[in-house]
């Protein structure tokens, strides 16, 4: 069970704007960069946003994000029927020792284009 | 355009060693603060990251797995390895490797290879 939460799934209209959320803690969102990936079925996972808010060369504009205290967003604007994908937040967890450190995922959330 | 490539058996027995190699091309993987990792997806799960290394053998994993698990690299073949030892039926996956950066994380992925732990 990932501790980094997202809703299981969120849906849209084309041409609408949707937010999808990752709920973290201190020891991770509220300390590290977060990061988003767009995947679609049996493909591999494609980075979207890197250290919060940055988008990398190719992804469109309109994938934005944002980051406050202990939770992320993705915010998709236009809404298009390619975009229906699974997002998975990252992020790196502090743990409570040196051992305790790793990289997390949050459990990912279907987005369906209605 | 760097690509990454993983191979190794589809079916492992309970109980026995998962092996994965992922091979590097078009880019050395000799890079200075670049790791190269391993992250896995269970069917209709979500994604786990396993373990990462750099070109100097600089390692770190996952410390649920950690006591399963090895990661090596061989950078005159420009290729590094996943040992997951003591296989059960819940490490069936699509296992992929990936390179990430301090800015990046993981920003360039294999294809993914899927492997099954069957009897």
């Known amino acids: 069970q990932s501790v980094l939460t997202q809703p299981l799934s969120a849906s849209g209209t084309p041409g609408q704007r949707v937010t999808i959320s990752c709920s973290g803690s201190t020891s991770n969102i509220g300390s590290n960069f977060v990061y988003w990936y767009q995947q679609f079925p049996g493909t591999a996972p494609k980075l979207l946003i890197y250290r919060n808010t940055e988008r990398p060369s190719g992804v469109p504009d309109r994938f934005s994000a944002s980051k406050s205290g202990t939770s992320a967003s993705l915010a998709i604007s236009g809404l298009r029927a390619e975009d229906e994908a699974d997002y998975f937040c990252?992020?790196?967890?502090?743990?409570?020792?040196?051992?305790?450190?790793?990289?997390?995922f949050g459990g990912g959330t279907r987005l369906t284009v209605l | 355009q760097m690509q990454l490539q993983e191979s190794g058996p589809g079916l492992v027995k309970p109980s026995e060693t998962l092996s994965l190699t992922c091979t590097v091309s078009g880019g050395s993987i000799s890079l200075a603060d670049v790791y190269w990792g391993w992250v896995r997806q269970a069917p209709g799960r979500g994604l786990e990251w396993i373990a990462s290394i750099d070109y100097t053998g600089r390692k770190s994993s996952n410390p649920s797995l950690r006591s399963r698990v090895s990661i090596s690299v061989v950078t005159s073949k420009n290729e590094f390895s996943l040992r997951l030892r003591s296989v059960t039926a819940a490490d069936t996956s699509v296992y992929y490797c990936?390179?990430?950066?301090?800015?990046?994380?993981?920003?360039?992925w294999g294809t993914g290879i899927t492997v099954t732990v069957s009897s």
């Open positions: 990936a390179r990430h950066d301090d800015l990046h994380f993981m920003d360039v």
């Open positions: 990252a992020v790196f967890d502090d743990g409570h020792d040196n051992l305790s450190r790793r990289w997390m």
